[in-house]
């Protein structure tokens, strides 16, 4: 079974431009979430999604970050404008959720993002 | 709030003995699920273990096995007959299980780096 897809693996982009991270869930997830890690603030949750329904953006840093997902098997990150210091790995995950299946979280292999 | 805290940052361990990490959490919930995730220098984020917290009984997954103290609120991780793939950083999580079975967030610690030598 394929696992969490994100894409880009690596970009390196300047100041101020957009940024564009994706994510392809596993296929009959029903919750996404993006983290973010850095050596200074670890992993941090930005956003995650329940049946494609933002359910807490508290970590979303600023405006310049921007979470949708128009259908459960796809969702995109934004940055816009990008600084340097957004540079971090960034990370999708998902989960089928529910008692039963044992709401395990599974990642993709991140977004490495460097922005000079 | 729920919190997570992983007291030691970096570990070492010769391969083929058996180390223990450490992990503790506070929370005021009673239903809840912890894991531990190990992320070796590839970054990728791989799921070692979990523990449900209404169960007693301590997980094992073949060389690895949880140490689950509720009362003490702690969770470590012991990894027997080490193996040099064993080297990567290792977090220590916790999710809330909401009633209904509604996915929560994961909480991280900081995270203990292990060293296996050989």
Redesign the interface.
Known sequence: DAGVIQSPRHEVTEMGQEVTLRCKPISGHNSLFWYRQTMMRGLELLIYFNNNVPIDDSGMPEDRFSAKMPNASFSTLKIQPSEPRDSAVYFCASTSGGRVLGNTIYFGEGSWLTVV | AQTVTQSQPEMSVQEAETVTLSCTYDTSENNY?L?W?KQPP??????VI?Q?AYKQQNATENRFSVNFQKAAKSFSLKISDSQLGDTAMY?CAF?K?NYG????????G??TLLAVQP
């Open positions: 699920y894991f995730y590839s970054r990728q984020m791989i799921l979990r449900e977090f999710m299980l079975g509604a996915t929560n967030k994961l909480i991280f900081t995270g």
